[in-house]
T-cell receptor, first 116, second 116 residues
Framework: DTEVTQTPKHLVMGMTNKKSLKCEQH?????MYWYKQKAKKPPELMFV???????INESVPSRFSPECPNSSLLNLHLHALQPEDSALYLC???????????????FGDGTRLSIL | AQTVTQSQPEMSVQEAETVTLSCTYD???????LFWYKQPPSRQMILVIR??????QNATENRFSVNFQKAAKSFSLKISDSQLGDAAMYFC?????????????FGTGTRLKVLA
């Protein structure tokens, strides 16, 4: 069972739609991440939140808008996406406290997004 | 900038045999962590094994072990007694050391096929 839950598992949307991806974890992790993964490629980091504040934005287009309303929840709001944005979107979380440096990121199952 | 290289796009192994996946990385840092993640068709990234750079002893997790050569910047994964369930995409990942939000750098991946 995955400890990081992502919904929905699949999403098909038109280029003019607005939708949101949701990620939830209850492991007490204070860092949460969004990745984009194209087929047969490694995950590419998009955003990192630390203690509910955005700490890394990898120059992601503004049509992707992240939000971290609390320590357990991470959203990715989508608007006016392009066909090339079709991909698997992975959420991950990790500890950030001193003494937990060797702890890995825990990943969710991802949301498969298709843009028509 | 750090880089991670996986030179084997695809590998095959007979069931019950041993296979080694290679990974090299480039960094000027002395404090870092290395990980192997497995991604089966079910999509979730699953941690296989981790190695702290300051530890000389190679990490081992059941049938999985690493050969960590810090001076050569090499971090290979050995899978013993391969099972059909080991078939997946394997990603090597590098992470900077100090506590805080972590930026993983992934290799391009190696697809492992297990033959019955």
């Amino acid at each position: 069972d995955t400890e990081v839950t992502q919904t929905p598992k699949h999403l098909v949307m038109g280029m003019t739609n607005k939708k949101s991806l949701k990620c939830e974890q209850h492991m007490g992790h204070r860092a949460m991440y969004w990745y984009k993964q194209k087929a047969k490629k490694p995950p590419e980091l998009m955003f990192v939140y630390s203690y509910e504040k955005l700490s890394i934005n990898e120059s992601v287009p503004s049509r992707f808008s992240p939000e971290c309303p609390n320590s357990s929840l991470l959203n990715l709001h989508l608007h006016a996406l392009q066909p090339e944005d079709s991909a698997l979107y992975l959420c991950a979380s990790s500890q950030v406290r001193t003494g937990f440096e060797n702890q890995p990121q825990h990943f969710g199952d991802g949301t498969r997004l298709s843009i028509l | 900038a750090q880089t991670v290289t996986q030179s084997q796009p695809e590998m095959s192994v007979q069931e019950a045999e041993t296979v080694t996946l290679s990974c090299t990385y480039d960094t000027s840092e002395s404090d870092y962590y290395l990980f192997w993640y497995k991604q089966p068709p079910s999509r979730q990234m699953i941690l296989v094994i981790r190695q702290e750079a300051y530890k000389q002893q190679n990490a081992t997790e059941n049938r999985f072990s690493v050969n960590f050569q810090k001076a050569a910047k090499s971090f290979s994964l050995k899978i013993s007694d391969s099972q059909l369930g080991d078939a997946a995409m394997y990603f090597c990942a590098y992470r900077h050391g100090p506590s805080g939000t972590y930026k993983y750098i992934f290799g391009t991946g190696t697809r492992l096929k297990v033959l019955a």
